[in-house]
T-cell receptor, first 116, second 114 residues
Framework: AQKVTQAQTEISVVEKEDVTLDCVYETRDTTYYLFWYKQPPSGELVFLIRRNSFDEQNEISGRYSWNFQKSTSSFNFTITASQVVDSAVYFCALSEREDSSYKLIFGSGTRLLVRP | DTAVSQTPKYLVTQMGNDKSIKCEQNLGHDTMYWYKQDSKKFLKIMFSYNNKELIINETVPNRFSPKSPDKAHLNLHINSLELGDSAVYFC?????????????FGPGTRLLVL
């Protein structure tokens, strides 16, 4: 069965520290997509990144970087030089195809608190 | 130029009432979804519609009935509300082929059943 595990329930860091959020997934599909979403205290779900299972290149976007390793079924997310505005719940998700649609299987989320 | 919008943002109601949540997207997407986020922040899909046709129906009570009048709208009607229905309901949309099926979410509707 498809499953996403975010073992870190909550992480607390001091501003400017680097922090890595872990994500491990299980899937029987050979082609799949992985995602990270951010849910700030205001509550909306903000799309951060999508990764195709065929593309194992790591990606960097400003202070954000993602490390996709198919061999360990992991898709980890690192924030460099964290800021207070990074405080949020971060969700990792895996897409699962069902008929002509896709559904997202979410992990349980990691709450990141960045203290000034 | 809101991409995915939901109304209302907050909904407080009594047990047993019937209520509706509306969702609209202006992204030109063909597929729309409803997700439920419980008090522990766990997100789970409820329904998916593709071109107004119901595709995914997770094990959701019959009291929940989605309706898609056109590709840009997906509404959620809930009958006989129960305390356990209190949650945040998110609408989302995606293009079936482009953008890697990325789902873009609305702001959420916070439902509180008293």
């Amino acid at each position: 069965a498809q499953k996403v595990t975010q073992a870190q329930t909550e992480i607390s860091v001091v501003e400017k520290e680097d922090v890595t959020l872990d994500c491990v997934y299980e899937t029987r599909d050979t082609t799949y997509y992985l995602f990270w979403y951010k849910q700030p205290p205001s509550g909306e779900l903000v799309f951060l990144i999508r990764r195709n299972s065929f593309d194992e290149q790591n990606e960097i976007s400003g202070r954000y970087s993602w490390n996709f390793q198919k061999s360990t079924s992991s898709f980890n997310f690192t924030i460099t030089a964290s800021q207070v505005v990074d405080s949020a719940v971060y969700f990792c998700a895996l897409s699962e195809r069902e008929d002509s649609s896709y559904k997202l299987i979410f992990g349980s989320g990691t709450r990141l608190l960045v203290r000034p | 130029d809101t991409a995915v919008s939901q109304t209302p943002k907050y909904l407080v109601t009594q047990m047993g009432n019937d209520k509706s949540i509306k969702c609209e997207q202006n992204l030109g997407h063909d597929t729309m979804y409803w997700y439920k986020q419980d008090s522990k922040k766990f997100l789970k899909i409820m329904f998916s519609y593709n071109n107004k046709e119901l595709i995914i129906n997770e094990t959701v009570p019959n009291r929940f009935s989605p309706k898609s009048p056109d590709k840009a709208h997906l509404n959620l009607h809930i009958n006989s509300l129960e305390l356990g229905d209190s949650a945040v309901y998110f609408c989302a949309s995606s293009h079936p082929l482009r953008q890697g099926k990325t789902q873009y979410f609305g702001p959420g509707t916070r439902l509180l059943v008293l």
